[in-house]
């Protein structure tokens, strides 16, 4: 491959749950189990999955927001999770995030270029710098210098996340983690900020990490894309080839459960059955099979690894060649 | 063919310190019995405040101003407070979008639909209990005892609005207003909800009111639908019919900006703009600040319905021959 710029390497995290320190059967929320990934540079990796799958805890710990339980997130040649509290502050110049709600995400007693000016603080650029640099990103997302002395309570959502994006971007970073950044919008505004992400990525040579449950919209945005399932990445691989070639039956039932405008469904489709189990007790194999159509014995018993297919998608499934044949 | 439901010439207003706010100005459409009847717009075009409306539950300093609800040819808005409690949940039922914050935390789910039966039958303690089991069951949920003595924390965000939906069923009413009933849930669930919306309609002929964000899901289970913009219904019809002929710049902008396949590697056609603050002091046309085929009769006054075809209208001046001869959209100007 040609560049990696984030290889993740067996990543797990556990959430402790608070209780159970007298009995000794502390609960644990295995929120990543395994997950070994990698980020090319320039491009876009989608990561999709239903709530509670991971795809969020697995962008924080990548950035170290929060400290991998065991596994490695090499970030060119180092591996963040070593690096101490100094250090990491170093390296955060170069990986920013866009968080879902702006409304949250910006102090409501801060005007906006008083949010703008921290990050830049923060990494010591000169002060001499701060306004042409925040003025020039301001423009750059598509909002004026009259924007700067309001507070967040007087913008519209999106021009709220076009400022979250202006404020990630100010430090030059070379990743973006994009969590949901879509989510909170309107569909005429959400076209907006994604149009907005592609022109900078072209622009800038940004790389993302794309977070979003919305299959429709990571698939106008990715290159590749990661399909997880309660802890696990259980498909990745080019974008035409998940969405047209979808080899895991999770990724399958996914695509076939969003309601597409002008498409109708398929009349013999059955919804999946059930709901997604607890990740404080995962199921035993495959993590699937309780809602798997095609789950046999051994899929209870033995975890699928990922495997290299033919069509060239990575896919954990003990049975995905018997049912693409 | 008589409508179940028909709502005519509404308008709802908030009064706020700086005069009167106007979210829904003169909205009119009809619900046949047994159908499902979306109603889609972004947030803040008044579709939570309609569907209120219609059970007149508009918190102050709101209220209707304007219009008449018909219900099966009676006009709710002339009942009194205590004919309308027999009509809520006995006739209309609603359920909301968040499952979990309408569902009392410290009753078990037996005991808060128990209290719905008795307030709205005469049925006798295990009658009831009968009767709650059976439309559990009916709603698709496994194991029903244990879900009758669970506590809403127990039960899955699917579970929950399974629960609300068996809770709007169990006096049998004839509609059910469905406030976004499946944003909350994740897609694997929402097609299981809508598909079971989609059966109950079918099976018993009940009628549904929903109202969506999302013209996916209009797409899937809507048999008419309207879409609302900034208080007023901009376009209504089949939905086929409405999703595959947009005639409005508004529904054709909203089917434009959606990430679907075709267009990937293009860039999305974004409506400019935002939603007006105050649509009511608008004098002409609500979208004419957005749209890309504005013309000067946009600004004088508000485009009444135009019929496109056979139950489908459109509020839009383009439809008008004599005004918009000289306007009609050069060929390229439009969305995709």
């Known amino acids: 491959m040609s560049n990696t710029l984030i290889q993740v390497n067996n990543l797990v995290k556990h959430f402790a749950l608070p209780g159970g320190w007298l009995t000794g059967q502390r609960r644990v929320v295995h929120a990543l189990e395994d997950v070994t990934i990698d980020i090319q540079q320039g491009e876009v990796l989608g990561l999709v999955g239903e709530s509670g799958c991971g795809k969020t805890t697995l962008g924080r710990c990548i950035l170290q927001l929060e400290k991998p339980t065991a596994g490695q997130v090499l970030f060119g040649n180092t591996d963040l999770t070593r690096l101490s509290k100094r250090a990491l502050r170093q390296k955060r110049r170069d990986m920013q995030i866009v968080f879902q709600n702006p409304l949250a995400s910006l102090s409501p007693r801060r005007t906006i270029q008083q949010s703008l000016i921290e990050p830049l603080q923060t990494h010591d650029f000169p002060k001499e710098e701060w306004l042409s640099r925040i003025h020039a990103m301001m423009q750059r997302v598509g909002l004026g210098k009259q924007h700067l002395d309001r507070y967040p309570h007087e913008l519209s959502g999106g021009q709220l996340q076009r400022i979250s994006v202006a404020r990630a971007l100010l430090l030059e970073p070379k990743l973006l983690v994009l969590d949901e950044p879509t989510s909170a919008l309107d569909v005429s505004i959400q076209a907006q900020i994604i149009n907005l992400l592609d022109e900078l990525r072209h622009e800038i040579g940004l790389t993302y990490l794309f977070i979003s449950h919305d299959l429709s919209v990571v698939e106008h945005l990715s290159d590749r894309i990661g399909v997880m399932y309660l802890g696990k990445l259980v498909e990745i691989g080019q974008t035409a080839d998940i969405i047209n070639n979808p080899a895991h039956p999770y990724t399958k039932a996914l695509l076939q459960s969003v309601p597409r405008v002008g498409v109708s469904r398929d009349p013999s489709h059955t919804p999946l059955e059930g709901n997604v189990p607890s990740p404080i007790y995962p199921p035993s194999g495959c993590r699937f099979h309780t809602r798997c159509p095609i789950a046999e014995t051994l899929c209870t018993q033995t975890e699928p690894q990922l495997e290299l297919l033919d069509t060239g998608q990575w896919t954990a499934c003990h049975f995905t060649n018997k049912e693409t044949a | ?336």
């Open chain 2, 1 to 336: 063919m008589s409508a179940l439901l028909d709502v005519e010439n509404l308008h709802i207003a908030f009064d706020t310190s700086r005069g009167q706010l106007q979210v829904v100005n003169d909205i009119n459409f009809s619900i046949q019995a047994g159908e499902i009847f979306g109603l889609v717009g972004e947030s803040g075009c008044g579709k939570s405040v309609t569907c209120l409306s219609i059970l007149r539950l508009i918190p102050k300093p709101g209220g209707i101003t304007q219009g008449r609800i018909l219900f099966q040819g009676e006009d709710l808005l002339k009942k009194s407070s205590r004919e309308m409690r027999r009509i809520r949940g006995n006739d209309i039922a609603m359920i909301f979008q968040d499952p979990f914050t309408s569902l009392n935390p410290v009753f078990k789910i037996g005991q808060q639909l128990f209290n719905v039966v008795r307030q709205h039958s005469t049925r006798n303690k295990t009658q009831a209990r009968q009767h709650i089991l059976s439309v559990l069951d009916n709603v698709g949920l496994p194991d029903v005892e244990r879900v009758y003595n669970s506590y809403p924390h127990e039960l899955s965000g699917g579970q929950q609005q399974r629960v609300m939906i068996a809770m709007a069923l169990i006096s049998e009413p004839q509609l059910i207003i469905a406030d976004e009933p499946t944003t909350a849930l994740d897609v694997t669930i929402q097609a299981q909800i809508l598909r079971l919306l989609r059966a109950l309609c079918d099976e018993h002929g009940i009628s549904v009111l929903l109202i969506t964000h999302d013209l996916g899901v209009v797409s899937e289970v809507c048999d008419r639908s309207a879409v609302l913009y900034a208080g007023k219904v901009v376009e209504a019809a089949a939905t086929d019919e409405l999703l595959a002929h947009p005639t409005h710049p508004y529904t054709q902008g909203l089917l434009a900006a959606l990430p679907i396949s075709s267009k990937k590697g293009s860039p999305l056609q974004a409506i400019t703009g935002t939603v007006p603050a105050n649509p009511g002091a608008i004098q002409g046309c609500v979208f004419a600040s957005r749209c890309p085929h504005v013309f000067d009769a946009c600004h004088e006054k508000h485009p009444p319905q135009f019929t496109v075809s056979d139950n489908h209208n459109a509020a839009c001046f383009l439809l008008d021959d004599r005004i918009a001869k000289d306007n009609q959209p050069e060929a390229g100007s439009t969305y995709e």
